[in-house]
């Protein structure tokens, strides 16, 4: 039987996307980070139709039974951009300074804006919660 993944848009507006991500491990895992946002897919921007290529991190409320979750920016080699510890549940709060700024869309190989997950230390019936608002970025063009 697969692991068991429900992944909900809550919002997807012109300003903040919002969305819950909950994993139960089951054979497969995410020890290979999986793709969880992508920004290629969100609405566009509804004032001048430019589409969504990046998102900052505003908030990520967690709760992991079991495993250690690592948030990747995508990226050649994907960059971290938070780390979640193994039976804990928090809030990771950005807001006071506008999100978490994804550090590869200043040139780095193969960035292109999205969102992965990735567990570590994963076991029968391990899993996440986690909810995440971010700020969309546009294109200029």
């Known amino acids: 039987m697969a692991d068991i993944d429900t992944n909900t848009i809550i919002i997807d507006g012109p300003q903040k996307f919002v ?11 995410e020890g ?14 509804p004032v001048n139709g430019n589409p969504c290529t990046g998102v900052r991190i505003n908030k ?9 979750l690592k948030i990747n920016w995508f990226a050649t080699t994907q960059v971290l951009a938070a ?4 039976n804990y549940s ?16 200043f040139g780095t ?21 986690v909810v995440m608002e971010c700020i969309k970025i546009y294109s200029s063009t």
């Open 19 to 29: 969305a819950s991500f909950v994993h139960t491990y089951v054979t497969t895992g």
């Open 32 to 45: 290979t980070p999986v793709k969880k946002i992508d920004v290629s897919a969100l609405a566009i921007n």
């Open 60 to 68: 990520i409320w967690y709760s992991t039974i079991g495993l250690t």
């Open 83 to 86: 780390q979640v510890p193994e």
């Open 90 to 105: 928090d809030v990771l709060d950005f807001s006071s300074f506008s999100g978490l700024p994804n550090p590869t869309t």
């Open 109 to 129: 190989a193969g960035a292109n804006g999205d969102i992965y997950f990735g567990t570590v230390g994963e076991a029968a019936n391990d899993s996440y919660t």
